[in-house]
């Protein structure tokens, strides 16, 4: 594993069906894709956060701490069953 989203992938539960995943994929468009040729969801956000950067970063500073709260308790939680 060599980056933090590979551990994201790997121990986050339910990872390719997670609706809070696809929210943060969808706010890294926002803030790394300037052409806003982004998804639904991306187009969504941006209009609900009324373009404002700013909100939309806080907001990815929320969700990414979530998404990486549940990559660790699912990493301890794979540990804990190899006991």
């Keep these: 594993m060599t980056t933090v989203w590979e551990f994201v992938e790997k121990y ?3 990872y390719s069906s997670s609706d809070e995943i696809a ?3 969808d706010i890294d ?3 790394t894709e300037p ?3 982004w998804s639904e969801g991306a187009s969504r ?4 956060y009324e373009s404002d950067l700013a909100a939309i970063a806080i907001l990815q500073d929320e ?11 699912g990493y301890i939680a ?3 069953e190899q006991l």
């Design 45 to 48: 956000i941006w209009k609900g």
């Design 12 to 14: 986050y539960p339910n």
């Design 78 to 80: 794979s540990k804990t």
């Design 35 to 37: 052409d806003h040729e």
């Design 23 to 25: 929210t943060a994929n």
């Design 63 to 73: 969700v990414m701490t979530s998404v990486y709260r549940k990559a660790i308790e």
């Design 29 to 31: 468009q926002i803030l």
